[in-house]
């Protein structure tokens, strides 16, 4: 193993110890780019574990996909890979609903016709009639 990806690898690892989730997830996918071994999919899994604590649950998911690549019968990386799987469902059931909630709203509102400011028809019509 390279010694910079060491390096990496161990700032990751005082970054999970400080629970400074989003630079340790940062240090840990420096260090797992590249070609990895079955040996690497420990650093993977916390890497994944990082991002899902930072919530960056896009990245989780690839992390424990990967670790699944390289060490297909990890149990623990396929829990947690069934879990981000379902938060992101989750997620992406609600801004579903919210985007629908707002789309009716903005559609009920260009039905609607914006009343006219207090005394505009009254001086429109009173115009009109001196224009006759």
């Not at 010694?3 to 690892?13: E, I, S, T, V, Y």
């Not at 240090?27 to 930072?54: F, M, P």
């Amino acid at each position: 193993m390279p010694r910079r990806r060491k390096g990496w690898f161990a700032l990751g690892d005082v970054g999970l110890q400080q629970e400074a989730w989003a630079e340790a997830a940062d240090a840990y996918a420096e260090a797992t780019r590249g070609e990895l071994g079955a040996e690497d999919a420990d650093h993977v899994h916390n890497c994944g574990y990082c991002c899902y604590k930072s919530g960056r649950l896009y990245a989780a998911r690839a992390a424990f996909q990967q670790v699944l690549g390289l060490k297909p019968d990890s149990e623990p990386a396929q829990r947690a890979l069934k879990l981000i799987e379902g938060l992101l469902a989750a997620r992406e059931a609600r801004e579903e609903a919210t985007l629908g909630a707002l789309g009716a709203e903005v559609d009920g509102l260009a039905r609607e016709e914006p009343p006219a400011p207090p005394g505009v028809e009254a001086a429109f019509l009173s115009l009109r009639a001196r224009l006759k």
